[in-house]
């Protein structure tokens, strides 16, 4: 899997927008990017995913670049429940399977949210 | 909502001693993952099943570590001798098959090994 880039900390004021950056310059046209997040003492929570259109859900958007070289993760309206640790991830999709070992998801140390009151 | 549950919560045992650790997938999930998260750093992948074949144990870190998913639903990771650098929290994740599916994981179980 590709490497991602992300800054370490993030601070955001609370009811503003929270955008965090990842870079994945290396990422194959076959590889999905995938947020997911860790909020102290929890497992790690599933946000969003996409391969190269803009995606939105009920918890955030996701915002690709055309030459899927980096994405944003845009929290609308962060709250002080959305402090964590929030983790970029790019993997294969099922085309891109090649066998076992490639399936698993590989953690980098992510970017720390704080969201102050 | 039925996501998965790992049990114990917390586990503490002294060195040289076993431990089992359990893993509910959510019900219907074919896929199954076992990650390893030391304090500070991110999880870190120790094995994968689908169904109740173990075809992925690639990040498990010695032959003291044993997984297991003998009729494709719940799962136990064994560590045996147990060493203080086992400390750690063990993550369980759950996938409905090995498509682009997310992974949705449980709360882990934190071992310390004293």
């Known amino acids: 899997d590709a490497k991602t880039t992300q800054p370490p900390s993030m601070d955001c004021a609370e009811g503003r927008a929270a955008n965090l950056p990842c870079n994945h310059s290396?990422?194959?046209?076959?590889?999905?990017v995938y947020w997911y997040r860790q909020i102290h003492s929890q497992g790690p929570q599933y946000i969003i995913h996409?391969?190269?259109n803009n995606e939105t859900n009920e918890m955030a958007s996701l915002i690709i670049t055309e030459d899927r070289k980096s994405s944003t993760l845009i929290l609308p309206h962060a709250t002080l429940r959305d402090t964590a640790v929030y983790y970029c991830?790019?993997?294969?999709?099922?085309?891109?399977?090649?066998?076992?070992?490639?399936?698993?998801?590989?953690f980098g140390k992510g970017t720390k949210l704080s969201v102050i009151p | 909502g039925a996501g998965v549950s790992q049990s114990p919560r917390y586990k503490v045992a002294k060195r040289g001693q076993d431990v089992a650790l359990r893993c509910d997938p959510i019900?219907?999930?074919?896929?199954l993952f076992w990650y390893q998260q030391a304090l500070g750093q991110g999880p870190e992948f120790l094995t994968y099943?689908?169904?109740?074949?173990?075809?992925?144990k690639s990040g498990l870190p010695s032959d003291r570590f044993f997984a297991e998913r003998p009729e494709g639903s719940v799962s136990t990771l064994k560590i045996q001798r147990t060493q203080q650098e086992d400390s750690a929290v063990y993550l369980c994740?759950?996938?409905?098959?090995?498509?682009?599916?997310?992974?949705?994981f449980g709360d882990g179980t934190r071992l310390s090994i004293l």
């Open positions: 996409g391969l190269k």
């Open positions: 290396t990422i194959s046209g076959n590889e999905y």
């Open positions: 099943f689908q169904n109740e074949a173990q075809l992925d």
């Open positions: 994740a759950s996938s409905k098959d090995r498509s682009n599916q997310p992974q949705h």
């Open positions: 019900s219907g999930h074919v896929s």
């Open positions: 991830i790019v993997r294969v999709g099922a085309r891109g399977y090649s066998g076992a070992g490639s399936y698993q998801l590989t």
